[in-house]
């Protein structure tokens, strides 16, 4: 599969997952002219024969990929230059280099509410623990 794919994939997986995404505890009633009501992401699962097998290959090479290039771009070592855990000086050209790993973690963490993936959860589990370290 192409890089430019692959890509694609990552780029869209927030946005496909998110569809379903609405902010719980949501107080305000429903507009009586509206009848679509916002679904909680928690309680939608993709598990038919078209969209599971996509998300499981957006798990094992998609993510992969993207943590991959945030890896080489230094995007992981910026955090731990932050929070003092490494030498160096912050990498990247733009001030919003660390929303790669921000966008790539929510899509990994949406693609576990359909696909569980144990060794996914603890890597995730691993960059959050490099995020608090920068902040």
Not at 12 to 37: C, K, M, R, V, W
Not at 55 to 68: A, C, D, M, P, S
Not at 107 to 113: D, F, K, Q, T
Request: charged residues 25%; proline residues 7%.
């Amino acid at each position: 599969m192409s890089k430019f794919v692959l890509f694609l994939s990552l780029f869209h997986l927030p946005f496909i997952l998110g569809t379903f995404n609405a902010t719980p505890g949501n107080d305000q009633p429903p507009l009586s002219d509206y009848p679509i009501e916002p679904v909680d992401i928690r309680h939608v699962q993709v598990n038919d024969e078209f969209w599971l097998p996509i998300i499981k290959r957006v798990q094992e090479k998609t993510i992969q990929y993207g943590l991959e290039k945030c890896q080489e771009e230094g995007r992981f070592d910026n955090f731990l230059v932050a929070g003092g855990e490494k030498e160096g000086t912050v990498r990247g050209a733009m001030p919003f280099d660390d929303t790669d790993v921000y966008k790539i973690i929510e899509g990994a963490s949406n693609s576990l509410i359909s696909s569980p993936n144990t060794e996914l959860e603890m890597l995730l589990d691993s960059l959050i623990q490099i995020i608090k370290t920068g902040q």
